[in-house]
């Protein structure tokens, strides 16, 4: 089964644009023989807080928005599934959620950011309280959100309960985000006997410059494939052949 991560520079708040290009990459998935393609933390608005906080109504999105539409149809006919991260609905406030799409286009399940960072908290950003999981190909996925990866009982709970592959769509920048990356994801492979995908931005991305290398490691903690550290584009990986 090939995997890909997708990186790119969001434009902010530009939902149109910043969902054209994620459709793009979909059927690019699908023209590689992908199965999967994962998208950064918040890629349908780009790393925007503030301006997501205060105007959730338009830059908020149920799984069947209109506006991802464009996402949605590009699975079905590729396909491929795909990890869509923005800003989501719940009672308690907006949160960081991953849509995850089958190759029909259809949901296959919702994931909350469990743990939210201090400004995500403080912009108002309410934690999710449940795993993420779905079956792609009778091979069981686990999710994360950028800094869920930190807490390394999410992914001993995904391997607990039988995922073979953990999903982080996030956001790490330069210089100390960076290094974290290195110590975080490959640890947590090696550890938990997963493969693991970081799909990251690359460039802006809100108040921060976003590192790329986007990823996917080994059970074993080796690199399968890796991004450059401004290029936009697919980290394909075949896993699990």
């Known amino acids: 089964m090939i995997i890909t991560a997708a990186q790119f520079t969001a434009r902010p708040c530009d939902v149109d644009a910043n969902v054209a290009r994620m459709a793009g990459f979909v059927t690019e998935a699908g023209e590689r023989g992908a199965a999967l393609v994962v998208f950064p933390e918040l890629a349908v608005t780009g790393y925007e807080l503030p301006q997501i906080a205060a105007d959730p109504d338009r830059l908020a999105f149920a799984p069947d928005?209109?506006?991802?539409?464009?996402?949605?149809?590009?699975?079905?006919?590729?396909?491929?599934?795909?990890?869509?991260?923005?800003?989501?609905?719940?009672?308690?406030?907006?949160?960081?959620?991953?849509?995850?799409?089958?190759?029909?286009?259809?949901?296959?399940?919702?994931?909350d950011k469990q743990h939210v960072t201090d400004s995500e908290r403080a912009a108002g950003f309410a934690p999710g309280t449940a795993d993420g999981r779905f079956t792609l190909g009778q091979v069981a996925f686990g999710l994360a959100i950028c800094f869920d990866a930190h807490f390394p009982e999410l992914a001993a709970r995904a391997a607990a309960d039988g995922c073979r592959v953990l999903l982080a769509s996030s956001?790490?920048?330069?210089?100390?985000?960076?290094?974290?990356?290195?110590?975080?994801?490959?640890?947590?492979?090696?550890?938990?006997?997963?493969?693991?995908?970081?799909?990251?931005?690359?460039?802006?991305?809100?108040?921060?410059?976003?590192?790329?290398?986007?990823?996917?490691?080994?059970?074993?903690?080796?690199?399968?494939?890796?991004a450059s550290a401004t290029a936009p584009g697919l980290v394909p990986a075949d896993v699990l052949s």
């Open 65 to 111: 928005d209109p506006r991802l539409a464009p996402v949605r149809q590009a699975c079905a006919a590729a396909g491929v599934a795909a990890v869509v991260n923005c800003a989501g609905r719940s009672a308690a406030g907006p949160t960081i959620t991953s849509y995850v799409y089958g190759p029909d286009g259809a949901l296959l399940t919702r994931y």
């Open 171 to 226: 956001l790490y920048s330069k210089g100390a985000g960076a290094e974290e990356r290195v110590a975080i994801f490959p640890a947590l492979a090696r550890d938990h006997g997963l493969h693991v995908l970081l799909a990251n931005h690359t460039g802006p991305a809100g108040p921060y410059d976003a590192c790329g290398l986007s990823a996917v490691w080994s059970p074993d903690g080796g690199v399968l494939a890796e």
